[in-house]
């Protein structure tokens, strides 16, 4: 008996590398306007090129007709004022993107194999306005279709699967009734409803179908020149290609895929952008988010044309806070002991250390201040930080502290060295940071050599960022010192920190080893970032990024992501399903410097009680708890984040 396995072809087993598949044609517009075969740009002729192809098949009649690319060519005619031998380059041009664009699916590939393996006969068919020929060239250039096998396109048969009215033709070439025949395509009206509406099988697969976050970066597609399109693309062509062993995976891998990779790849075109303009040629990416932005940054320099060199950096604010001191002012003093405090809960324990010293070693001083050793593990009252910031000023305790940073400083500067930093090159390092204090101490410690501050590029800019007389950080999101930038996007560093981490742990400082300065870590291995998936995450970034630094088609590398990659964070960190708030909520995130962090839970179940309460802390994910939470205390949560939103904007306008 004979068995037949038919295989729609777009998004089932062959895709596309931009999104949605009319983003095709502002690629299409760019690649022609560069070639001087049209007169208008890029985004009018992909607009026209959609409003000819819904114009002829209107004209002739709606989905069951013979409209080809030829026949949508013609209104393109009418609508360019161009002759027929310039309609046939314009064709011809087509033809070669979509060549260009078409990448196998995996999963169709093996639904192919596994027919194949029974069998089975292989048929493809397809509604489509592109010749058979072509498609078949197509098929054969992925090795997905054998001699034998039949094709049929909807435009040469003037009906469509759509309607229903393609499958009666496809039955009667076959010989064979409609129960030998099993569909398969990612179009449920198409490629389920209708082929079973006439007696067949059919199996219906979505994994090629844009998710809702590639759909909202393609939304911005004309915004972005079509980079956002290759995203949605690379997005979904990962989440097709990378197997997640379970749910947990499955769902860091889509977030980083649609949500955090488009974001970092925005930030690395920046950085690589201006490091090009100020003729940088080497560029440090500071450890530990700096290990991510590395992997990205050395796949897209080549595309987009930077050729300095790219280095990874192992340091931390504790390793380079104390050999930065060469003095202590009130600055340097606020820098470590800030006003508002970078951590909930700011200890003297904690301040003790950022100085490279334990309490014990300053205990007399300490207790002549009032500060006792029951004091020394509890959070800072504003009256005790102000003892304390008085304490360190003190030339007996600025002494003890400066020794330290002596010696840390000469180890410090051996490691700047060997890794190159130490140059008459112009350099830049890279941090994800807001406050500049990584920038302020690399800067001091370079300036006890007589080598000028390097150029910094940083996630922002908050508004109390110490300036210590080496200039500031270049921002990215926003500079809340000048006002400029995207200044209100909660959630956004806390996630950009979740996704920056690194597979080892935090630097504390360095060490001679054999003659040789090592870094100090708090551990070899991150290990409860790397057991809560973080090899899901890298790996998903660097195949994502690598989609677009093996693409035949040129990045816009010029454009500003930032409002389109902020669009699609918005939709996941407000509104995430409960899978993925369990799987992104249960991140081990850290909170601190180095070996004083605390670890934190992003977003928990929340009962009606804890609702009632303030957030947890500042980096607490209130969308992800309100998707774990049932209704009565999620109405809560919700009713709580807009009224804090609120108060904000009151204090703001007050202020």
Known sequence: MRRIESFDIFDTVLTRRVGDPRAAFLQLGQRLASKQLIACSGESFARQRTAAEIRAFKNAGGLDSSVNIGTIYDEMRVSLGIDRSTQGKLIAEELDLESDLLVPMSDGVQRIAAARMRGHEVVFVSDMYLPSWFIREQLVLHKLIEDEDRLFVSNEYSASKATGALWPHVLRELGVSAKHVHHTGNDKRSDFLTPQRAGMRATHVDAGNLNRFEKQLEMWAYETDG???????????????????????RHIRDVTAGVVTPFLIGNVLWILRQAMESHIEKVFFIARDGQIMLDIAEELAPKVGYTGELSYLLGSRTAWLLPSLTSIDDDKISAVVPPTGDVDGVTLELVAHRFGVEPEQLEPHLSKAGLVPSMWREPLSD??????????????????????ASEQRSLMLRYLEREGVITNAPIAV??????????????????????????????GQRPDAADLGFGSPEAYIRNERSGTGFLKTPGLLTLVEMACNADHGSVTGYSEVNGEVVADLVEPKN???INWGFEMLRSTIRATVLQLATSPLQLPSDIDLRPSTIDVFELFWTRPTRAEATAWGSY????????????????????????????PHRHWWNGGAEALSAPIPRTMLRVRAELVSFVRKVNRRLR
Do not use: K
Request: aromatic content about 6%; proline content about 4%; some cysteine.
């Open 227 to 249: 980079m956002t399109s290759l995203l949605a693309g690379a997005s979904r062509r990962v989440r097709t290609e990378l197997h997640g062993q379970t749910e947990h995976e």
């Open 383 to 404: 009256e005790h930080r102000l003892r304390l910031c008085q304490l360190l000023g003190h030339d007996d305790v600025s002494a003890t502290i400066l020794d330290l």
């Open 430 to 459: 890279v941090d994800q940071g807001t406050g500049s204090t990584l920038f302020n101490a690399l800067s001091s410690v370079l300036e006890t050599v007589g080598q000028r501050p390097p150029l910094a590029f940083y996630f």
């Open 527 to 529: 290990v409860a970032v």
């Open 588 to 615: 081990p995130f850290e909170d601190g410097w180095s070996g004083d962090t605390v670890s934190l839970p992003i977003a928990q179940r929340q009962g009606i009680r804890a609702a009632m309460q303030s957030q």
